[in-house]
């Protein structure tokens, strides 16, 4: 099962246990309020509370985590069982625990609750806030699943996309290298076949380093047909892990605007710089092309879907932690888009 179909947030992350904590020491304060007079005992009662209650908190955070690779690869209502178990067991134990203590440390003198009442209330609301949170996690589970499934049709929509004209242009230049070359016409037909191959692939990521072949096969393709007209700039982190998985064509979509709308308007040609870098534990990766007078990357009406496209499925698969932007400027049209560190996918 992917990590994407989660019931709940990794448990073993800082930021989880600092949310769990933080919602256990609120429940604690309701719970004082709705049952301490605000009198010197409130402030008592409160720390023995929030400490009880942190008790079940952290231990339950603890044992998920502990289990966490495996509640992942369960099915979503079979993680729903086992973490209402673990809540529900961490619950009594810890409430038997509470008791222990009481009887044989003389805090049973202090602390004015029966064994029944403690295991009834201790159980009922446990139950109560189990059933709320599982809950309003299956929501945002099943929230994320059909913004997965949108994310997929924009890949579909992206796949389905591949201009008649670069596959005409290719076609006549493959049939005119055949009989002056064919050794570049064979390479030519295998990298165009490799284009092919990826536009019908179904899956929705693949490595960094299929992306970058797959940019690098369609720009020889051009480069057969454009010659010195299209020069192109590398420019890659070597300390860039290239097996990181990024969303499928998100990087040779944006080659090809390149090319259509900033190289091909000029009869001089220019050059198409691509660099690929990490910032911080993140992925960014900068197009960046000639802008001819009529409008940089608008010189030619139309076909920017590519680029929405990119940009809706980044918002889709990453939120606020991904971005797209267009920046023009001294003759040139860059688009730059980063994605967030894989830990935090």
Same mark, same amino acid.
């Given at each position: 099962?992917?990590?994407?179909?989660?019931?709940?947030?990794?448990?073993?992350?800082?930021?989880?246990?600092?949310?769990?904590?933080?919602?256990?020491?609120?429940?604690?304060?309701?719970?004082?309020?709705?049952?301490?007079?605000?009198?010197?005992?409130?402030?008592?009662?409160?720390?023995?509370?929030?400490?009880?209650?942190?008790?079940?908190?952290?231990?339950?955070?603890?044992?998920?985590?502990?289990?966490?690779?495996?509640?992942?690869?369960?099915?979503?209502?079979?993680?729903?069982?086992?973490?209402?178990?673990?809540?529900?067991?961490?619950?009594?134990?810890?409430?038997?625990?509470?008791?222990?203590?009481?009887?044989?440390?003389?805090?049973?003198?202090?602390?004015?609750?029966?064994?029944?009442? =403690?295991?009834?209330?201790?159980?009922? %609301?446990?139950?109560?806030? #189990?059933?709320?949170? !599982? /809950?309003?996690? +299956? $929501?945002?589970?099943?929230?994320?699943?059909?913004?997965?499934?949108?994310?997929?049709?924009?890949?579909?929509?992206?796949?389905?996309?591949?201009?008649?004209?670069?596959?005409?242009?290719?076609?006549?230049?493959?049939?005119?290298?055949?009989?002056?070359?064919?050794?570049?016409?064979?390479?030519?037909?295998?990298?165009?076949?490799?284009?092919?191959?990826?536009?019908?692939?179904?899956?929705?990521?693949?490595?960094?380093?299929?992306?970058?072949? =797959?940019?690098?096969?369609?720009?020889? %393709?051009?480069?057969?047909? #454009?010659?010195?007209? !299209? /020069?192109?700039? +590398? $420019?890659?982190?070597?300390?860039?892990?290239?097996?990181?998985?990024?969303?499928?064509?998100?990087?040779?979509?944006?080659?090809?605007?390149?090319?259509?709308?900033?190289?091909?308007?000029?009869?001089?040609?220019?050059?198409?710089?691509?660099?690929?870098?990490?910032?911080?534990?993140?992925?960014?990766?900068?197009?960046?092309?000639?802008?001819?007078?009529?409008?940089?990357?608008?010189?030619?009406?139309?076909?920017?879907?590519?680029?929405?496209?990119?940009?809706?499925?980044?918002?889709?698969?990453?939120?606020?932690?991904?971005?797209?932007?267009? /920046?023009?400027?001294?003759?040139?049209?860059?688009?730059?888009?980063?994605?967030?560190?894989?830990?935090?996918?």
């Amino acid at each position: 099962m992917e990590e994407g179909q989660a019931l709940l947030p990794n448990p073993c992350q800082p930021q989880a246990v600092l949310v769990a904590v933080l919602g256990g020491e609120l429940l604690a304060l309701v719970l004082t309020l709705a049952s301490a007079p605000l009198d010197g005992r409130f402030w008592s009662e409160l720390s023995q509370l929030s400490l009880f209650v942190q008790w079940i908190v952290l231990g339950t955070v603890a044992v998920l985590c502990l289990l966490h690779r495996l509640i992942v690869r369960l099915s979503l209502m079979a993680q729903i069982v086992v973490v209402f178990i673990v809540g529900m067991g961490m619950s009594l134990l810890m409430s038997q625990l509470a008791l222990w203590l009481m009887l044989h440390q003389g805090l049973d003198r202090v602390v004015r609750v029966t064994p029944e009442s =403690l295991l009834v209330k201790t159980g009922g %609301i446990t139950f109560i806030l #189990l059933t709320v949170l !599982l /809950r309003y996690f +299956w $929501v945002q589970q099943q929230w994320r699943a059909s913004l997965q499934a949108r994310a997929s049709a924009q890949v579909q929509a992206l796949q389905a996309r591949i201009r008649p004209h670069f596959l005409f242009n290719s076609m006549n230049t493959i049939a005119s290298l055949i009989g002056i070359d064919p050794q570049r016409a064979e390479r030519a037909v295998e990298d165009l076949s490799s284009l092919f191959r990826a536009a019908l692939a179904s899956e929705e990521r693949r490595p960094l380093a299929e992306e970058l072949e =797959l940019a690098r096969r369609y720009l020889e %393709i051009e480069q057969l047909r #454009l010659g010195e007209r !299209l /020069r192109v700039s +590398w $420019v890659i982190d070597p300390e860039l892990d290239q097996r990181r998985q990024v969303p499928a064509l998100c990087l040779q979509p944006l080659v090809e605007n390149a090319v259509y709308h900033g190289i091909e308007p000029l009869p001089e040609g220019g050059e198409v710089r691509i660099e690929v870098r990490g910032e911080g534990g993140r992925l960014c990766v900068e197009v960046e092309n000639p802008q001819p007078e009529a409008g940089g990357g608008e010189g030619r009406r139309g076909n920017h879907m590519a680029q929405a496209n990119i940009r809706e499925r980044l918002r889709l698969l990453y939120g606020e932690r991904s971005c797209l932007e267009v /920046r023009t400027g001294q003759g040139r049209y860059r688009v730059r888009f980063c994605l967030p560190r894989e830990d935090a996918e």
